[in-house]
């Protein structure tokens, strides 16, 4: 194979890895749109009498907790494989390198088969918390916070967790994506799998906190969807440490505590 055919190959395997990422997410997006839309309709109808207020208070039914796990792990594509997209790029480059040196060769979806699952089993764990809060009549139809105290102190506790050492070691992983495959670089399918997993465990580590504020601002609210998901990429392709997380932090807890004292 000629050096131009072989840098070719590369050019074209990386485009395709890439192109893989967009569409899946492109494809959440589309779902979270569709979805957005059907609820904004239902949201309008029931306002026209009382509905509106009995849809905070109806328990769920088996089917309802499915519908939604389904919407958070959809969801959780959508807003976290851009974000993941450098360390799934540096794995499908050192897995081609060592596929040229006659090594296995792993298929990169392997690798995002394994964070993929981390998310989904999070997205379960989402999925209890907005039942609970639910329950409790602490969300709208729009799954938005109905309760200023609630909302300010969950800035304020999201605001704290930016600055813990827990989420600037996960955040560094995540920040270094070379270093994190170099050292933690396992072959085989299922290898590969389970560096996705624990790729997926820092990522959830570092991000989870920033998740929850889904059920401030609305996890319908694809606005403040999106603005999360930006954010999330912005902290990962920013030069490693832990200065944007505590500006961050620092402007959650301020936005908190300002929320909790216009409290009448």
């Known amino acids: 194979m000629t050096e131009m055919s072989l840098k070719s190959m590369i050019h074209r395997d990386r485009w395709i890895v890439l192109f893989g990422l967009l569409s899946v997410t492109a494809l959440a997006w589309l779902y979270l749109v569709l979805m957005a839309a059907d609820m904004n309709d239902m949201t309008a109808m029931s306002a026209m009498g009382d509905a509106m207020a009995k849809m905070r208070i109806v328990p769920w039914t088996i089917v309802d907790f499915g519908l939604m796990y389904v919407m958070w792990s959809v969801m959780m594509m959508g807003m976290m494989l851009p974000s993941a997209s450098p360390m ?5 480059k050192i897995n081609r390198d060592q596929r040229d040196k006659g090594e296995p060769f792993v298929p990169t979806g392997t690798f995002v088969a394994g964070y993929i699952a981390i998310w989904s089993a999070f997205s379960l764990v989402a999925t209890v918390l907005q039942l609970e809060l639910h329950d409790a009549g602490l ?6 916070s109905t309760n200023a105290a609630y909302s300010g102190i969950a800035f304020m506790l999201v605001g704290l ?3 813990t050492p827990l989420k600037n070691a996960c955040l560094r992983h995540c920040q270094t994506p070379l270093g994190f495959l170099m050292t933690r670089w396992r072959d085989g399918a299922g290898g590969a799998f389970r560096m996705g997993l ?4 820092y990522c959830v580590g570092c991000c989870w906190a920033l998740m929850a504020l889904l059920f401030v601002g609305g996890v319908m609210n694809l606005l403040w969807v999106a603005a999360i998901a930006i954010f999330t990429l912005a902290e990962k392709c920013t030069q490693p440490g832990p200065w944007l997380p505590r500006i961050s932090g620092a402007a959650l807890i301020a936005w908190g505590a300002w929320t909790v004292a216009q409290i009448p």
């Open 88 to 92: 799934v790029l540096m794995f499908a």
């Open 139 to 144: 969300l709208s139809p729009m799954m938005a």
């Open 198 to 201: 624990s790729h997926g465990a």
């Open 161 to 163: 967790y930016q600055w």
